[in-house]
């Protein structure tokens, strides 16, 4: 009984994000989704999964190898458990690409292999090769008395069987997509309509002959795809003597020297190649051998080219313009008229980029402090906070060296802006810097007044177009003098502040939002209106899960949208049958985390950089901040309910992970929230929503007239 209560009430968070997973494969597959957006919904899958590997069934492998004898058990079954789930997803992309291809054929759009080569397009090949990719091409040949070189696991390798002679070698070829695009244009058939495109590595077998030309008499070679993907965990040494960096860059250097994890091929390997690699790779019995296609790092995908009409892509969405920002004087005499939510990328970054701009030369702005955790290669925002140095601001920026994948751009980074004369402080030692921060200082007659901004997304103008975040900019004193504190904090993290409106990890995240269910649950208790709202990315924390089990059982109405993991189990008899949860996959990525607490008929509002992991609550400096102005509220109350009204891209999360989307009655109109809130944010106006209910006795409605277009 107590292994079936554990099974009901807790999901493995790497079997909750295999399920995530699976619904941006949903996407890949769904005819209603442009073909060229499908192909890359492939690719965003496939680079979802390299991550996976590198960051969590590493986890779970360490693990498996390390922990107490009565665990190891344990987590051997969840690494059998993700196998499985991996092959059927992988066996389900491997159809979904097929199914895609004949799509793009139809589309006169065609990606052929070798096999498919006329003799004009051989050719073509043929020159194509010697004019851009041979003298790219470096073959390693394998031999028992030298070991394999370290292979990059963000590449993908040809495996080659080369036969001469009645003798048989290896060797091994590393694709080089990172220089030459992984898709390559080449003439259409003679007398056939159509657009044609050849994967790089099918010119290379069409021509591999020629690599190995002059160093055996070849009599026949073979290659298979395979890729390799390393542990990602970056071990960071105790020395003293050691700079940050100086151990971050000794690091990095390891990590390409990690621990395989996963080793994907193609499945129509011969056996002698496949044997041969397993042993001279080191592959052990904790490592995933995944066999597939003819084709891996399919996240090249996400790249694809639309070589036919503009239909088959993502239509665009127009950037919304902010009137009242536009009318004003600048941004900052606009923010001490009202608070501003920018919410992208509805909303246009350069919206950001402006405040940084009109700061870095106002006389009167004698400070600015940022907290950068990743941003875009040529990034305008860097470009901003050097220009305010230029014009004699003190300029602090925190960056974060340890986002994950990012440390040796963080690295340069930090570099340029030392160089640049910026004040930069590398992180706070045993946490990483996860804040979205600006502290903008000014002189306003004989007082400092503050200018803040807390988001919920990075200082990345490439993703701010992809991804949906919140940034919220105040004049709001309150606010302002808890931000500066927290960079305070960052700078001396022997000093201790009082945080009364900010919720500030690792400080008090964790007793305020465990606060915050407990008042919910004594309202219910009591009679009182009360509900939860959290849209986050990932919900895996065991204490609060708990604690929202508990409001449950004691009627307090949970709704979650949750985008990637989430452990809890809704909708369990006696358990969490008041809680519902939903997780939209869509064109943008849904990145914001927002929490609201009914309250009693006064709702809290909150925006947060933080998810609602262990590591986000207690480990790492984050910032959960209050919505205090009504017209914002209301903003962000709207949006939350066109999204939980979502009947088109709106998944059920539930025990059995079967992703099924919500149903929708033939009468009931379709309901897409990404496209029904540029709408709203463009006109003002709240749509018809079906009715809305937080408790079985407070019931609200939506669809009646609203407030007039709002910043």
């Not at 960096?245 to 994890?261: A, F, I, T, Y």
């Not at 480990?619 to 309910?641: A, G, M, N, S, W």
Request: charge should be positive; charged fraction near 30%; aromatic fraction near 8%.
């Amino acid at each position: 009984m107590g292994e079936e209560v554990v099974e009901q009430t807790w999901i493995a968070k790497e079997l909750s994000w295999l399920s995530f997973n699976e619904r941006v494969l949903q996407e890949a597959e769904d005819p209603n989704v442009p073909i060229i957006q499908r192909i890359r919904y492939l690719g965003i899958f496939s680079n979802n999964l390299d991550e996976f590997f590198r960051v969590r069934v590493a986890d779970v492998r360490r693990l498996a190898a390390f922990s107490a004898p009565s665990k190891q058990e344990e987590y051997k079954l969840l690494l059998e458990q993700i196998r499985a789930k991996v092959l059927k997803l992988q066996q389900r992309f491997d159809a979904v690409y097929r199914a895609n291809l004949k799509e793009l054929g139809r589309r006169k759009i065609y990606v052929i292999n070798e096999k498919q080569l006329d003799e004009s397009q051989l050719d073509y090949a043929r020159r194509y090769f010697h004019s851009h990719i041979q003298q790219e091409l470096v073959p390693i040949i394998l031999d028992d008395s030298n070991p394999i070189p370290e292979l990059n696991d963000a590449s993908i390798y040809l495996a080659i069987k080369l036969s001469y002679q009645e003798q048989v070698r290896f060797a091994l070829l590393e694709i080089p997509t990172n220089r030459i695009d992984r898709f390559v244009r080449i003439p259409g058939r003679k007398g056939k309509q159509g657009k044609v495109l050849i994967a790089l590595e099918n010119i290379i077998r069409v021509c591999l002959p020629l690599v190995f030309r002059g160093i055996f008499p070849l009599d026949s070679a073979e290659a298979y795809t395979i890729k390799l993907t390393r542990d990602a965990e970056l071990e960071l040494g105790e020395e003293v003597t050691q700079t940050f960096v100086e151990k971050m860059m000794q690091s990095l250097k390891r990590r390409r020297k990690g621990d395989p994890v996963r080793f994907v091929y193609d499945a129509q390997m011969p056996n002698d190649l496949l044997e041969y690699l397993v042993k001279r790779l080191g592959l052990g019995r904790l490592d995933s051998m995944i066999p597939g296609g003819r084709y891996h790092n399919s996240k090249d995908f996400m790249r694809f080219p639309n070589l036919g009409p503009a239909y088959l892509d993502m239509k665009p969405l127009p950037k919304i313009p902010i009137p009242v920002i536009d009318r004003a004087e600048n941004i900052l005499s606009c923010m001490r008229e009202q608070d501003i939510l920018l919410f992208y990328p509805y909303h246009n970054f350069d919206y950001l980029t402006d405040l940084l701009k009109t700061a870095a030369i106002d006389p009167a702005v004698k400070s600015i402090r940022i907290s950068l955790y990743r941003v875009a290669s040529n990034s305008h925002v860097v470009d901003a906070l050097l220009n305010a140095v230029a014009n004699h601001k003190e300029v602090t920026v925190v960056v974060e060296l340890q986002a994950r994948f990012d440390e040796e751009a963080n690295i340069a980074l930090s570099q340029r802006l030392t160089d640049g004369g910026v004040n930069v402080i590398l992180g706070v030692p045993g946490l990483k810097v996860h804040s979205k921060l600006i502290s903008i200082s000014r002189q306003e007659g004989s007082v400092q007044r503050y200018y803040s901004h807390v988001g919920t997304g990075n200082f990345n103008e490439k993703t701010a177009s992809v991804y949906t975040d919140f940034s919220l900019l105040t004049y709001d004193q309150r606010i302002g003098d808890e931000v500066a504190k927290v960079f305070d904090f960052i700078a001396f993290t022997y000093k201790r502040h009082d945080f009364n409106h900010l919720a500030v990890s690792p400080l008090n995240s964790r007793e305020r939002i465990i606060g915050r269910v407990e008042r919910e649950i004594a309202n219910a208790r009591a009679g009182e209106e009360c509900g939860i709202t959290l849209k986050c990315n990932n919900l895996v924390d065991r204490e609060l899960v708990d604690k929202l089990y508990e409001a449950s059982q004691s009627g307090v109405p949970v709704r979650l949208i949750v985008r990637g993991m989430c452990s809890l189990v809704p909708g369990v008899k006696g358990l969490s049958e008041n809680i519902e949860a939903i997780s939209i996959v869509d064109g943008f990525l849904e990145h914001p985390r927002v929490y609201v607490f009914r309250n009693g008929g006064k709702p809290e509002y909150f925006i947060s950089s933080a998810d609602l992991m262990t590591r986000n609550i207690d480990f790492r400096v984050e910032v959960t901040c209050p919505i205090y102005d009504p017209k914002l509220q209301e903003t962000l109350q709207d949006i939350l309910d066109i999204q939980w009204a979502d009947n088109v891209k709106a998944r059920i999360i539930d025990a059995s992970h079967t992703n099924s989307f919500r149903p929708r009655k033939k009468s009931k109109v379709k309901i897409r929230s990404q496209i029904l809130i540029h709408k709203y944010l463009s006109t003002g106006k709240m749509p018809r929503l079906a009715k809305l209910d937080y408790r079985p006795n407070v019931e609200l409605k939506s669809g009646k007239k609203r407030h007039k277009k709002k910043a």
